[in-house]
């Protein structure tokens, strides 16, 4: 698997040893992780053993379903409301190949009517549309190279996927039709591109031409899917998951980092300077896989090292809620913030479902 996956992202990497991992039994190491707030921010609502290793997750529109992409090319899909699995998402293919999934992303405005559509990327290029309802692979297309990330343009006309290369390809979502590539120039002294593998995509939430995106080679880059050159840059971050988001009222960027130091951080999306750096959790640094925003007032963090999530109060930058020392790194996380919001967070072949709680968040 190594010589597959050349990234940090995909390293199963339990961090620093948690004395929970030599309990005797892994349904005590898991049922109970161990959970510190300073206040009470955080509920678990169900864990779910998902069997394997989960490295991507993602709610449905509607928040009704929870979907897992695991490090063997399964996917399974649970009920939000009592977490029992009501769909296996696999095929010929994903059983044979027995490959990462690397990415999932719900189609955001597909009819009720129609069922949910799911778009999966896999660690060998695949790229695939699953119907969940008929739990089908309803169309699929192979790109040559690991295809690390993907997303939905807001409106779901178009989507983009990239990976362990320098090109960010943007499909037509109705034929699955490449209409541009987006890549560096052929000057390597001109920055306008990524130079290394592409882990982050992310669109505003009201724009649907503007993105951006960022990697292993310490800058975010952003874009127009309409142009073949990025438009300028940010340079510092370390980008190695899904640790990019855009406040839509602000328009501040978060940014995660794999790295010990400065391992999240706020820019300004206008003049690309960099605000502020959010201070660790005073339990030690966390090498960050995922971020969001969280409402108005907070944000979420995730990581490895002490394999630690964490809710962080936007003005103090004090830590509300943790959920800590899990049995892995915290190679994924969502939020589903309509009505009360619900997170997801994946640890080792775990799936926690948890909601934040206070006033803060009602």
Not at 82 to 94: E, I, N, P, Y
Not at 128 to 134: G, P
Request: charged share 20%; with cysteine; net charge neutral.
């Amino acid at each position: 698997m190594s010589g597959l996956l050349v990234t940090p992202r995909l390293r199963v990497n339990p961090g620093r040893p948690s004395s929970r991992l030599l309990s005797p039994t892994a349904s005590e190491i898991f049922s109970k992780p161990k959970f510190y707030t300073n206040e009470k921010f955080i509920s678990i609502l169900s864990s779910s053993d998902c069997g394997e290793e989960v490295l991507s997750c993602q709610f449905n529109p509607s928040g009704t379903l929870l979907a897992a992409g695991l490090i063997t090319g399964t996917i399974k899909v649970y009920m939000v409301s009592d977490g029992s699995c009501v769909h296996t998402l696999k095929d010929g293919q994903s059983i044979t190949d027995h490959l990462p999934v690397t990415a999932l992303r719900f189609h955001p405005s597909r009819p009720s009517a129609k069922g949910d559509l799911l778009l999966a990327t896999y660690a060998g290029g695949q790229v695939k549309f699953w119907h969940l309802s008929t739990q089908s692979c309803v169309r699929s297309l192979q790109e040559d190279r690991q295809t690390l990330s993907a997303t939905f343009s807001p409106s779901g006309r178009h989507f983009l996927t990239a990976g362990s290369g320098d090109e960010i390809l943007v499909y037509d979502a109705e034929n699955m039709m490449c209409v541009n590539i987006c890549q560096p120039s052929p000057s390597p002294s001109v920055m306008d591109g990524h130079r290394s593998r592409i882990f982050a995509l992310k669109f505003h939430l009201y724009n649907e031409r503007n993105f951006i995106s960022g990697g292993w080679d310490n800058t975010v880059q952003f874009w127009d899917i309409r142009q073949r050159h990025s438009l300028r840059r940010l340079s510092g971050p370390h980008v190695c998951g899904d640790a990019l988001d855009i406040d839509p009222d602000t328009e501040q960027i978060l940014i995660g980092s794999w790295r010990k130091e400065e391992n999240l951080q706020i820019w300004d999306s206008q003049s690309g300077q960099k605000i502020t750096t959010i201070p660790d959790d005073f339990r030690g640094p966390s090498r960050i896989y995922g971020c969001r925003w969280l409402g108005a007032g907070h944000m979420v963090a995730a990581g490895s090292d002490i394999n630690m999530c964490r809710i962080i109060d936007r003005n103090s930058f004090m830590t509300r809620g943790t959920l800590i020392d899990l049995p892995g790194g915290v190679y994924s996380l969502d939020l589903f913030t309509s009505g009360a919001p619900l997170m997801a967070v994946t640890s080792s072949h775990m799936l926690f479902l948890l909601r934040p709680t206070g006033s803060a968040f009602s």
